[in-house]
């Protein structure tokens, strides 16, 4: 289930470069002339096809990881939960005249991987009270809320009230303080849409998560949907659909499947819409010809839109043409106030129509929390980019080069007898949590980069003939290496565009064949996702060039303090991140079978943890930037 896309995805790079455009309608150029009121430029970009309307839509979010300000440095994914807000009220306001009805959903995972999430205790403090400001109809919850207690607390607490049973966690229960296990919201809501009249049955699961806090407990998907409670609510009676949300992935993983064949048991062809999260995609997959699965990206990058037709209310599941396919459109906007007001069809700029009463106040909102936690001090400017898995490594542009050859040898112990020596200093990728973005790097962005509390550990005078073979045995192992170091996984966005293990040359040319277009307006394309789903390519809102996607490996080592006439040091101190020590000890393991284990001497090393040494790099570089803006 969990692996690492090599080749496949290369290649997809490749071949994605050459495809020509999906057919362009409705084209509105002067939308570029204006001037988004953050004052970033508009993202240079082909014309957006308008989105396709049904009689039941969704708006949805998921993994939304505290990215409510947006992405400040990158003008794609610009926009703010207040551009959003604006974004759904004129949408439900559309929907209200066109007599169809809407339903915004989020898939949950809401904290860490920002700052304005992550710099209070308990994260989340501001950045759920701004999140519940928006008009969203469902939401549930994802495994970013369960690994602190006090998270999940503050869930129970704030966040599931504030929904009023529309707050689903259909398999997660708290403990509360004498002892009694609730659910954290609701196991199922049942309701009817405004303008349709469709009864829909509505559930929110969370996949089967382990690594959870003790005040809370996830029962296994499987077993949920054997029990009392849910059978009998899926055979509660004038349903006409099933609305199943939260936090799984919608491919690969079993959970979703699980819910389904349960459901199918019981209603042969009712149409079923799921929503899915955790791995960061963007995906839409298809069960059956009445049921499909929507996953909308991470970080607010993504806005996804689906809507179906052919739904009839009312209608007996025994009538002779009643499983008739349903229409489903899906697309995945970039969250940037450009495609968000074209898709209004509203206007921006200062005098524009787009942004709501309500929306600018939580922008608003958002900038003065921004200032008030500290998080727009700026350290210093970042010349260029700096990219994990986007950038080849080595290279100019890796993040992992920047630490290996400039940033890592800043680091000095706090014992001072070891200054001096010759050294290999190691971390994991998986330390660094997002790119490094050209310009203004601030205490935000530090929350971004790499957010771990880490401490450096040793192990003194190594043979160098040992030493030295560490780094190849820490990346002979898989990745799983990198998946426990960082909650928040890089190593899902690897698995982007969704290929894997279905991934197939000859599929890919037939869809290649299929789109058709003017060659000429390649150049116009920003990068960026480049999604290839059960309905095919033309998913992605925005036409996009796709985003390089290179191997990582699992670790990165600095030489220091190596003898000055280029030969090789007898004996290194070995210094490395706490969390490395059983992985540095298996190599170690493997490398010199004969030293048992515990006969290492490892030792405390201290200096500063890595965010910090990047905050210290990044200060050398000046804020001469922050002038040009002032
Ligand atoms: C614990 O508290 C909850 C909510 O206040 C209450 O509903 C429940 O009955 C209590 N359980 C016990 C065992 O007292
Ligand atoms: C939960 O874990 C905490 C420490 O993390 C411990 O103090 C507490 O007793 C545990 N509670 C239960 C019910 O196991
Ligand atoms: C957009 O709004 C204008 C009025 O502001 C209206 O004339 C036009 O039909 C709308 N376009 C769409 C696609 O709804
Ligand atoms: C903001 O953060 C910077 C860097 O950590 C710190 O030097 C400064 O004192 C902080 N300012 C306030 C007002 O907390
Ligand atoms: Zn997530
Ligand atoms: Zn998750």
Request: glycine share 8%.
């Amino acid at each position: 289930m969990v692996h690492f896309y090599r080749n496949p995805l290369l290649l997809l790079s490749a071949l994605v470069s050459n495809a020509l455009l999906p057919a362009i309608a409705d084209a509105n150029q002067d939308v570029f002339s204006l001037q988004q009121p953050s004052g970033a430029p508009p993202p240079k970009t082909l014309p957006l096809r308008r989105i396709e309307w049904g009689q039941l839509n969704f708006i949805s979010t998921t993994d939304t990881h505290g990215w409510l300000a947006g992405h400040l440095l990158q003008p794609s994914y610009a926009a703010d939960w207040g551009d959003y807000t604006s974004f759904i009220e004129h949408i439900k306001e559309t929907a209200d005249e066109k007599g169809v009805d809407v339903i915004v959903v989020d898939d949950g995972d809401q904290h860490d991987g920002n700052g304005l999430s992550d710099a209070t205790f308990p994260t989340g403090e501001v950045s759920q009270k701004i999140l519940m400001m928006a008009p969203i109809d469902l939401m549930s919850i994802g495994n970013h809320e369960l690994y602190q207690c006090e998270v999940t607390q503050q869930t129970y607490d704030m966040v599931a009230p504030h929904f009023d049973g529309r707050y689903l966690t259909s398999n997660v229960e708290i403990m509360l303080s004498n002892g009694s296990w609730v659910h954290i919201g609701q196991r199922s809501y049942r309701f009817t849409t405004k303008h349709q009249g469709i009864n829909i049955m509505s559930f929110g699961f969370l996949f089967d998560f382990k690594l959870n806090c003790n005040n809370s407990r996830v029962s296994e998907v499987e077993d949920v949907v054997q029990q009392a409670w849910f059978q009998s609510a899926i055979r509660e009676p004038g349903i006409d659909m099933f609305l199943v949300f939260g936090h799984y992935p919608i491919r690969f993983w079993p959970e979703m499947w699980a819910i389904h064949r349960a459901i199918r048991a019981v209603h042969k062809s009712i149409p079923i819409q799921y929503f899915g999260g955790h791995s960061h995609v963007r995906d839409f997959t298809v069960l059956d010809s009445r049921a499909s699965a929507l996953q909308a990206g991470r970080f607010l990058e993504t806005v996804g839109w689906l809507s179906i037709e052919g739904i009839e209310p009312g209608k007996s599941e025994d009538s002779p043409d009643y499983a008739k396919p349903l229409k489903y459109s899906r697309r995945y906007l970039d969250f940037n106030p450009y495609s968000l007001s074209f898709h209004a069809n509203k206007t921006l700029g200062p005098d524009g129509t787009f942004g709501t009463e309500n929306g600018k106040a939580i922008s608003k909102i958002i900038d003065n929390y921004r200032q008030e936690l500290n998080l727009t001090y700026p350290f210093g400017c970042v010349p260029t980019d700096y990219l994990l898995e986007k950038a080849k490594y080595p290279g100019p542009n890796s993040l992992l080069s920047l630490m290996e050859d400039h940033v890592l040898q800043n680091l000095i112990s706090d014992d001072k007898t070891l200054h001096g020596n010759s050294r290999l200093i190691f971390i994991n990728s998986g330390s660094l949590r997002y790119d490094m973005y050209g310009g203004i790097f601030t205490v935000d962005s530090g929350y971004i980069v790499s957010p771990f509390d880490n401490a450096w550990l040793h192990i003194p005078s190594v043979p160098y003939s040992i030493a030295k073979k560490i780094l190849a045995k820490l990346n002979a192992l898989d990745h799983i290496f990198m998946e426990l170091t960082t909650p928040i996984s890089r190593t899902m966005t690897v698995r982007q565009q969704n290929l894997g293990d279905t991934f197939d040359i000859n599929v890919m040319n037939s869809l290649l064949s299929t789109m058709s277009g003017p060659d000429d307006q390649e150049d116009l394309k920003t990068t960026g996702y480049v999604t290839i789903d059960d309905y095919g390519m033309d998913g992605d809102d925005t036409p996009h060039k796709p985003y390089p996607l290179y191997y990582l490996p699992n670790a990165i080592t600095t030489e220091d303090a190596f003898p000055s006439d280029g030969s090789e040091p007898d004996r290194v101190d070995v210094v490395f991140l706490d969390f490395m020590k059983p992985f540095l000890l298996d190599a170690l393991a493997r490398i010199d079978s004969s030293t048992p284990m515990e006969e290492w001497k490892i030792l405390e090393y201290g200096g500063k943890p890595v965010k910090e040494l990047i905050k210290d790099y990044v200060r050398g570089w000046g804020t001469e930037c922050l002038k040009d803006t002032r």
